[in-house]
């Protein structure tokens, strides 16, 4: 069965430093996502990507962040300076035809820690 | 923001009981989502709701969509071990890409 698919699983970093995290969709959707999750919270919007730009982002989503498909196949997050209160469960994201339609399937989710 | 309450915030239970727990929201959502998850991995849908009073069932699940757009419950029936996880209910509007996650209900069941 088609999965998404997120890399590393664990991410440690110390405070400042620039990190990337990888996921790859499933193939045949349109509509990506990352959303995040504080240990022992709820489940966080971040934001969400189609046709090649962002259709929607959260306030948590500042400058600190941002996203690309660099070669149609995989979607990034990328968090430009670490702060200690982004220590959390990533999850990436992906629906055939949007969420109102569609199904989202979740990655199983990075782990970042940043120290 | 939209924010989504569950309770019971936790559960304990024996094999075989089952389960019911709550979704409220302080607004309306078009669509009502139930999924769960397990330790170390990422949400997966259990059960979508679309229409208002709308009562579905996926094996031993059962969820219902409220009459006034701002409330979803789950029962599990006569619940195994592999049922133990994070319940969470989400909601999603029309016009935006966001699900709006619950604040969870974790299931226990003790031998």
């Known amino acids: 069965e088609p999965e998404v698919t997120q890399t590393p699983s664990h991410q440690v970093t110390q405070m400042g430093q620039e990190v990337i995290l990888r996921c790859v969709p499933i193939?045949?959707?349109?509509?990506f996502y990352w959303y995040r999750q504080i240990l022992g919270q709820k489940v966080e919007f971040l934001v969400s990507?189609?046709?090649?730009?962002?259709?929607?982002k959260s306030e948590i989503f500042d400058d600190q962040f941002s996203v690309e498909r660099p070669d149609g196949s995989n979607f990034t997050l990328k968090i430009r300076s670490t702060k200690l209160e982004d220590s959390a469960m990533y999850f990436c994201?992906?629906?055939?035809?949007?969420?109102?339609?569609?199904?989202?399937?979740f990655g199983q989710g990075t782990r970042l820690t940043v120290v | 923001g939209q924010q989504l309450n569950q309770s019971p915030q936790s559960m304990f239970i024996q094999e075989g009981e089952d389960v019911s727990m709550n979704c409220t929201s302080s607004?309306?959502?078009?669509?009502w989502l139930w999924y769960k998850q397990d330790p170390g991995e990422g949400p997966v849908l259990l059960i979508a709701?679309?229409?208002?009073?709308e009562l579905t069932s996926n094996g031993r699940l059962t969820a219902q969509f409220g009459i006034t757009r701002k409330d979803s419950f789950l029962n599990i029936s006569a619940s195994i071990p592999s049922d133990v996880g994070i319940y969470f209910c989400?909601?999603?509007?029309?016009?935006?890409?966001?699900?709006?996650f619950g604040t969870g209900t974790r299931l226990t069941i003790i031998p």
């Open positions: 994201a992906s629906s055939e035809r949007g969420t109102g339609n569609t199904e989202a399937f």
């Open positions: 193939s045949n959707h349109l509509y």
């Open positions: 990507f189609y046709n090649n730009e962002i259709s929607e």
């Open positions: 607004s309306i959502f078009n669509t």
């Open positions: 709701l679309y229409k208002a009073g």
């Open positions: 989400a909601g999603y509007n029309f016009g935006n890409e966001k699900l709006t």
